[in-house]
Structures are given as C-alpha cells and as structure tokens.
C-alpha cells in the first residue's frame, strides 16, 4: 500500500465519522425539498455494509484526488518538504458522498407516475386532455385515464399511452434498435445488446436503406434496463453533446 492509499484509507475513515456527527445536528431534503425522515438515515449509517460502501466511495475519491493533485494536501512546513498528507478542510468535501448515498437510497422508495409510449416504452409523449379555451386554455383533465390513444414524440407515430410508476430518479438514458416482432433481435447496426444509442443513432439504423423488408422498433432503454452500458454518446439522449459513431 503507497502513501496514497494509506491517506485515502485513513481520510474514508475520518470523513465518514466527521459527516455522521454533522447530518445528526442537521437535516437531509430529497429532490423535492421534503425532509428525509431521520428514522431512514439512522437505518442507513447503521447498517454495516452500507458503512462499508459508503467508506469505499470516500476511499476512491480521496485516492483518485490525492493521486491527481497531492500538493492539495502536503503538510506545509516553513523550511521543510516532508510531503506528508494530512487532513485539511479541503479534504471534507468528499465528506458530502455520504449525504449523496442516504439520497440516493432514499430516492430508490419514492416512486412517480409516468406516461409511456406502450411500443417503444419512452416518456417523450402527448396525450389528449380537455382544456378551457377561453380561460387561457387551463387543463381541466385527461381524456381518460390511462391506456389511452396519444402521439410518442421519439418515433413520431400515434401510439396508446400507458402510465406506470417508476422510482423517482428513473429517467431514459439512451435507446436501442430491435426487430418489431417477438424475437427482439437487435439491429446489425448495433455493436451489441450493451450498447446505447442516442435518438438520432437509433433513427438513423432504422432508416437505413440496406434494411431491405425487414422491420425495426425504436427501444427507449431506462436506467438499470442494460447492466454496464456502453454509451455510444455523449450527454443528452435526444439532444447528444457528441456524437460517437458506432
């Protein structure tokens, strides 16, 4: 073990027990400004093997930080390079993983209600509502709950829209490109079932000329559908920072 890792060990250690101290004279807010009940974040720093993840991340960061810029935290001394690393209020900031990780948990039991496309399964959907139009058009209701005719934006087509509930964080993170049938073969474009497409990408393979007669469906894929993704761009999944070609 070098002198990184021992300050990156050593620091996980003291960062955990420091940020502990302070989340219980504080409090925790999830993504809608709601207090985290304190009953849940005393389960989570309880629990031995959320401590153990918890410290495992703090390790990484410090490491990955000190291996990268360790005059940030060399011991400085009048007259003297000893080069040992210490403690600093710098160093704290990698405290705020552990708010990051109860956060995280706590996001994973709240659920949300969403309208999906019930072919391609995206939520870049419309439906049908009544509105007042002479009231500025003010929503009073959907047409029906549920189930219902609508229009999916992604594969621009008329589609039933279904509603599901999803946890909060839940978000489409890429798409895919599959036979329109029962067999779900994906798309010789693709460079394998690990691999994530923006829109465009998808788009693209299915308009390609050389498709002859057979047909493909557009795959919204949500976070946690693909283990270990291999992101084939970068950014927005219909508004990409790069394209990264397949």
């Not at 993504?31 to 989570?44: C, L, M, S, W």
């Amino acid at each position: 073990m070098n002198k990184f890792e021992k300050f990156a060990l050593a620091m996980s250690v003291l960062l955990f027990e420091l940020r502990i101290e302070d989340i219980n004279n504080s409090v925790l807010f999830d993504d809608d400004g709601e207090q985290i009940p304190v009953d849940f974040i005393d389960a989570v720093l309880d629990d031995p093997e959320h401590q153990k993840a918890i410290k495992e991340r703090l390790r990484l960061s410090v490491l990955e930080d000190v291996t990268r810029f360790p005059m940030k935290y060399v011991e400085k001394r009048t007259g003297t390079d000893t080069r040992e690393y210490v403690y600093s209020t710098d160093v704290y900031d990698h405290a705020y993983l552990v708010d990051n990780y109860i956060e995280a948990l706590y996001a994973d039991t709240q659920k949300k209600t969403v309208y999906i496309c019930s072919h391609c399964n995206s939520d870049n959907v419309q439906v049908q509502a009544w509105v007042r139009p002479n009231q500025g058009m003010q929503y009073v209701d959907e047409v029906a709950e549920g189930d219902v005719m609508g229009w999916c934006d992604d594969e621009n087509l008329s589609s039933v829209i279904d509603t599901a509930e999803v946890k909060r964080r839940h978000k489409v993170v890429g798409f895919q490109v599959e036979s329109d049938d029962d067999k779900h073969e994906i798309h010789p474009h693709m460079d394998g079932s690990f691999c994530l497409y923006s829109l465009e990408q998808a788009r693209a393979m299915m308009d390609d000329d050389n498709n002859g007669d057979e047909q493909w469906k557009l795959l919204a894929i949500w976070d946690g559908d693909v283990e270990d993704p291999t992101m084939m761009f970068e950014g927005d999944p219909r508004n990409p920072d790069e394209m990264i070609l397949p």
